[in-house]
Protein backbone atom coordinates (compact mmCIF):
# COMPACT_ATOMS: atom_id res chain seq x y z
CA UNK A 1 0.00 0.00 0.00
CA UNK A 2 3.04 2.57 0.86
CA UNK A 3 4.22 1.61 -2.67
CA UNK A 4 0.70 2.46 -4.46
CA UNK A 5 0.22 5.24 -2.04
CA UNK A 6 3.86 7.34 -2.80
CA UNK A 7 3.33 5.89 -7.08
CA UNK A 8 -0.09 7.76 -7.02
CA UNK A 9 1.21 11.06 -4.89
CA UNK A 10 4.19 11.36 -6.59
CA UNK A 11 2.65 11.09 -10.53
CA UNK A 12 0.06 13.54 -8.96
CA UNK A 13 2.07 15.89 -8.04
CA UNK A 14 4.16 15.80 -10.64
CA UNK A 15 1.14 16.56 -12.91
CA UNK A 16 -0.50 19.30 -10.68
CA UNK A 17 2.85 21.70 -11.08
CA UNK A 18 2.52 24.69 -8.91
CA UNK A 19 4.67 25.30 -6.03
CA UNK A 20 4.52 21.62 -3.93
CA UNK A 21 6.01 19.97 -7.34
CA UNK A 22 8.81 22.68 -7.65
CA UNK A 23 9.91 21.74 -3.68
CA UNK A 24 9.33 17.84 -4.67
CA UNK A 25 11.17 18.62 -7.68
CA UNK A 26 14.02 19.81 -5.33
CA UNK A 27 14.44 16.61 -3.40
CA UNK A 28 13.78 14.34 -6.52
CA UNK A 29 17.06 12.78 -6.13
CA UNK A 30 17.70 12.24 -2.55
CA UNK A 31 13.68 10.74 -2.87
CA UNK A 32 14.29 8.72 -5.51
CA UNK A 33 17.32 7.48 -3.43
CA UNK A 34 15.78 6.80 -0.63
CA UNK A 35 12.93 4.37 -2.07
CA UNK A 36 15.56 2.73 -4.35
CA UNK A 37 17.62 2.18 -0.84
CA UNK A 38 14.21 0.86 0.86
CA UNK A 39 13.65 -1.63 -2.09
CA UNK A 40 17.21 -2.58 -1.84
CA UNK A 41 16.76 -3.11 2.30
CA UNK A 42 13.37 -4.84 1.94
CA UNK A 43 14.95 -7.35 -0.61
CA UNK A 44 17.33 -8.41 1.75
CA UNK A 45 15.10 -8.68 4.41
CA UNK A 46 12.89 -11.20 2.29
CA UNK A 47 16.11 -13.01 1.42
CA UNK A 48 18.06 -13.06 4.88
CA UNK A 49 15.29 -12.34 7.46
CA UNK A 50 12.47 -14.13 5.92
CA UNK A 51 14.50 -16.46 4.69
CA UNK A 52 13.21 -16.75 1.10
CA UNK A 53 15.16 -17.80 -1.66
CA UNK A 54 15.36 -15.48 -5.00
CA UNK A 55 14.81 -16.88 -8.27
CA UNK A 56 16.56 -15.64 -11.06
CA UNK A 57 14.16 -13.02 -11.95
CA UNK A 58 14.62 -11.51 -8.69
CA UNK A 59 18.31 -11.77 -9.25
CA UNK A 60 17.95 -10.22 -12.04
CA UNK A 61 15.66 -7.44 -10.20
CA UNK A 62 18.21 -6.95 -7.62
CA UNK A 63 21.04 -6.33 -10.15
CA UNK A 64 19.08 -3.22 -11.24
CA UNK A 65 18.04 -2.18 -7.99
CA UNK A 66 21.14 -2.07 -5.61
CA UNK A 67 23.43 -0.72 -8.09
CA UNK A 68 20.49 2.13 -8.64
CA UNK A 69 20.33 2.81 -4.92
CA UNK A 70 24.36 3.41 -4.38
CA UNK A 71 24.45 5.50 -7.26
CA UNK A 72 21.74 8.09 -6.56
CA UNK A 73 22.76 8.23 -2.75
CA UNK A 74 26.21 9.49 -4.46
CA UNK A 75 24.37 11.64 -6.87
CA UNK A 76 22.04 13.24 -3.53
CA UNK A 77 25.51 13.87 -1.81
CA UNK A 78 27.54 15.22 -4.74
CA UNK A 79 23.83 17.37 -6.00
CA UNK A 80 24.80 15.73 -8.86
CA UNK A 81 22.11 16.02 -11.62
CA UNK A 82 23.74 14.40 -14.88
CA UNK A 83 23.10 11.12 -13.13
CA UNK A 84 19.06 11.18 -14.15
CA UNK A 85 19.83 9.70 -17.91
CA UNK A 86 21.70 6.49 -16.01
CA UNK A 87 20.08 5.92 -13.22
CA UNK A 88 16.58 5.97 -15.55
CA UNK A 89 18.15 3.40 -17.75
CA UNK A 90 18.66 0.93 -14.66
CA UNK A 91 15.21 1.66 -13.42
CA UNK A 92 13.38 1.28 -17.27
CA UNK A 93 15.67 -1.97 -17.52
CA UNK A 94 14.13 -2.93 -13.66
CA UNK A 95 10.55 -2.27 -14.46
CA UNK A 96 10.68 -4.59 -17.73
CA UNK A 97 12.06 -7.18 -15.61
CA UNK A 98 9.46 -6.54 -13.08
CA UNK A 99 6.62 -6.94 -15.65
CA UNK A 100 7.54 -10.20 -17.54
CA UNK A 101 7.99 -11.69 -13.70
CA UNK A 102 4.79 -10.09 -12.00
CA UNK A 103 2.89 -11.40 -15.35
CA UNK A 104 5.12 -14.82 -15.08
CA UNK A 105 3.39 -15.34 -11.61
CA UNK A 106 -0.06 -14.25 -13.15
CA UNK A 107 0.33 -17.13 -15.24
CA UNK A 108 2.03 -19.65 -14.21
CA UNK A 109 1.25 -22.26 -17.01
CA UNK A 110 4.17 -20.51 -19.20
CA UNK A 111 7.64 -22.11 -19.48
CA UNK A 112 10.27 -20.12 -17.38
CA UNK A 113 13.85 -20.70 -17.19
CA UNK A 114 14.18 -20.39 -13.29
CA UNK A 115 14.85 -23.34 -11.71
CA UNK A 116 12.45 -25.62 -9.54
CA UNK A 117 14.95 -25.26 -6.28
CA UNK A 118 13.69 -21.46 -6.64
CA UNK A 119 10.32 -21.07 -9.03
CA UNK A 120 9.39 -17.41 -10.43
CA UNK A 121 6.16 -18.84 -10.47
CA UNK A 122 5.93 -18.84 -6.71
CA UNK A 123 5.02 -15.71 -4.58
CA UNK A 124 6.37 -15.33 -0.72
CA UNK A 125 3.57 -12.85 -0.75
CA UNK A 126 0.39 -11.99 -1.87
CA UNK A 127 -1.43 -8.73 -0.37
CA UNK A 128 -4.67 -8.80 -1.32
CA UNK A 129 -4.99 -11.10 -3.53
CA UNK A 130 -2.43 -9.43 -6.19
CA UNK A 131 0.44 -7.80 -4.51
CA UNK A 132 3.61 -9.65 -4.95
CA UNK A 133 7.13 -9.14 -4.52
CA UNK A 134 7.44 -8.25 -8.19
CA UNK A 135 4.80 -5.99 -8.19
CA UNK A 136 6.89 -4.11 -5.19
CA UNK A 137 10.06 -3.65 -7.31
CA UNK A 138 8.12 -2.73 -9.95
CA UNK A 139 6.07 0.20 -8.01
CA UNK A 140 9.66 1.22 -6.77
CA UNK A 141 11.66 1.26 -9.97
CA UNK A 142 8.28 3.41 -11.36
CA UNK A 143 8.33 6.11 -8.20
CA UNK A 144 12.22 6.10 -8.97
CA UNK A 145 11.53 6.99 -12.91
CA UNK A 146 9.01 9.69 -12.03
CA UNK A 147 11.06 11.51 -9.24
CA UNK A 148 13.91 11.34 -12.46
CA UNK A 149 11.71 12.75 -14.56
CA UNK A 150 11.29 15.93 -12.06
CA UNK A 151 12.66 19.00 -13.73
CA UNK A 152 15.72 19.59 -12.25
CA UNK A 153 16.19 22.70 -10.00
CA UNK A 154 17.33 25.93 -11.77
CA UNK A 155 20.50 27.55 -10.36
CA UNK A 156 19.61 31.26 -9.98
CA UNK A 157 20.70 33.25 -13.12
CA UNK A 158 23.54 35.79 -12.66
CA UNK A 159 23.09 38.26 -15.42
CA UNK A 160 26.23 39.59 -16.51
CA UNK A 161 26.96 43.38 -15.22
CA UNK A 162 28.09 46.22 -18.15
CA UNK A 163 31.47 47.21 -17.27
CA UNK A 164 31.27 50.69 -15.78
Known amino acids: MLVAAGLLGTIAIRLIGGEVRDELARFSLPLAAT ?3 GA ?3 SLYFSEI ?3 TPCELCWYQRIAMYPLAIILIVASLRRDQ ?3 PYAAVLAIGGSAISIYHYQL ?3 PDQGSSCSTDAPCTFRWIEVFGFVSIPLLALGSFLIVLVLLSMPTPQ ?3 VLPQEPS
Do not use: K, L, Y
Open 50 to 52: ENF
Open 155 to 157: SPT
Open 105 to 107: QAF
Open 40 to 42: MAG
Open 82 to 84: GIR
Open 35 to 37: VAT
